[in-house]
């Protein structure tokens, strides 16, 4: 079976014996939400996680939960390398196992020579191994009140969001980039307010890829609804999203086929399934890449539109391969990527870590028969350190981008960190509207006069 690889990280690999088994029962009808509550509670130094949803394929909204891994290799990318003979030494010894973990923005400067100064605070990238993760049915769990509301902090008011906006349309205009997402980072003092439960509020509104991680030092809590790439055996599926509408409960039908039918959503959407679809071509047998365009995900507040971008990869093409072709995920960076990201580094002068990066579970290798890996792109992703919560939300910016439009849809798709936060949008970004209430209502914020 061959020996532990020696591992050159932050955190070197602790082996902590035999562990207890994620969840004692199995149950396929339905959970107690008092299990569901211990284990979000688990002290950190047991690692709880939970991923919640379309994770791996699975149908009928499942939940993956483990506890206590048996190793951890976290670092700076230097390290990253070591992953293939971890993941494969791993792999071996926990057959029902999975290494489940995180990577920041910042990791894709070990991956091109780029800008990007990390968050001091994070690793680039840091896995947990559980020897077994169990999966269950959850049923609905109560969503507790925040009690209260505290204040929220962005680095960009509007009228600088407004500034940043009409630099990437310079940059358009001079033929740099044709998209670039710009985004805003927001923070919040939470004081004692209990991880467990924003997760519970943010997670009510069921995005397609839910996930709670607990780590000594920090709380990641993810509402995604965007898969950055599922493999199975030897196929690989990305499913970008980009277009978003604000859903209108009076005519829900109404907001779909306008955001179909919408020139820029489509265009804007097009030019990331061709960035994808160049970055898959570096891992995959070019004439099995097939595309399919422009469906609708529907969430409770908004719908977005995606795309799916799949391909059978190549003989050589392992986890390292996949990472340094794709990451990060194109629709969160822009077109051309690697100049939209140093574009993006000049005007948001602020790392973005997990929020912008990726989340995901590995079970098996690249190659192999029992291979399943899935990431999510970590949008509407908060990380909670020392009771300060902090994280990135943005949008396309195109030629013809409106950048109160653009403000606009930026704030639709923050609300539900807001809610689940108890935190108020920041008052000062907030622009006062001279639209007509149909207008108003078409991005979301009726509330704003």
């Not at 191994?129 to 049915?137: A, D, H, N, T, W």
């Not at 004692?192 to 920090?218: C, D, M, V």
């Not at 422009?294 to 390292?320: C, D, K, M, N, Y």
Request: charged letters at 25%.
């Amino acid at each position: 079976m061959g020996r532990t690889p020696h591992h050159r990280t932050r955190n070197p690999i602790r082996q902590i014996g035999r562990p207890v088994p994620a969840i004692a029962h199995r149950n396929e009808k339905g959970m107690p939400t008092d299990i569901l509550h211990e284990l979000l509670c688990q002290p950190p130094e047991a690692r709880p996680v939970l991923l919640e949803g379309r994770w791996l394929g699975e149908s009928g909204d499942p939940c993956w939960a483990a506890k206590d891994p048996a190793s951890i290799l976290e670092g700076s990318g230097d390290a990253l390398p070591e992953l293939p003979a971890w993941l494969d030494w791993h792999s071996r010894k926990y057959p029902d196992g999975a290494a489940i973990g995180f990577l920041s923005y910042e990791l894709a400067r070990h991956f091109e020579s780029l800008p990007l100064a990390p968050n001091s605070s994070l690793p680039d990238f840091s896995f947990a191994y559980y020897p077994r993760v169990e999966r269950l049915v959850v049923g609905q769990t109560p969503r507790p009140s925040p009690g209260r509301s505290i204040s929220i902090h962005a680095n960009f008011d509007f009228e600088k969001y407004r500034q940043a906006v009409e630099r990437v349309r310079t940059y358009i205009a001079a033929g740099d980039v044709y998209q670039a997402n710009l985004t805003i980072q927001f923070r919040a003092d939470l004081g004692n307010e209990a991880t467990e439960s924003i997760y519970q509020r943010l997670t009510s509104r069921g995005a397609p890829f839910r996930a709670f991680l607990k780590t000594p030092g920090r709380t990641i809590l993810s509402n995604s609804p965007e898969r950055f790439f599922r493999v199975s055996g030897n196929h690989i599926l990305t499913s970008p999203i980009k277009g978003t509408i604000a859903r209108d409960s009076r005519d829900p039908e109404r907001s779909k086929a306008r955001l179909l039918s919408s020139h820029k959503d489509r265009a804007e959407n097009v030019m990331i399934v061709d960035l994808l679809r160049n970055d898959l071509g570096r891992i995959c047998r070019y004439e099995s890449m097939r595309a399919r365009l422009w469906e609708i995900e529907t969430l409770p507040q908004l719908f977005h539109l995606v795309s799916h971008v799949e391909g059978t990869l190549r003989r050589e093409a392992g986890i390292l391969e996949i990472l340094r072709a794709l990451f990060p995920c194109g629709s969160i960076t822009g077109a051309p990527k690697i100049r939209a990201m140093e574009i993006l580094s000049e005007i948001e002068r602020a790392p973005r870590g997990v929020s912008m990066g990726a989340i995901g579970i590995i079970r098996g290798v690249p190659g192999s028969d029992r291979c399943k890996i899935d990431f999510s792109v970590s949008i509407r992703t908060t990380v909670i350190e020392k009771g300060i919560a902090w994280f990135n939300v943005g949008g396309g910016i195109v030629s013809d981008s409106n950048p109160l439009s653009e403000y606009e849809e930026v704030m639709l798709k923050a609300q539900p960190l807001f809610d689940a936060l108890g935190a108020l949008p920041p008052r000062p970004a907030r622009p006062i509207l001279s639209t007509s209430p149909a207008t108003a209502h078409q991005y979301g914020f009726t509330h704003l006069s």
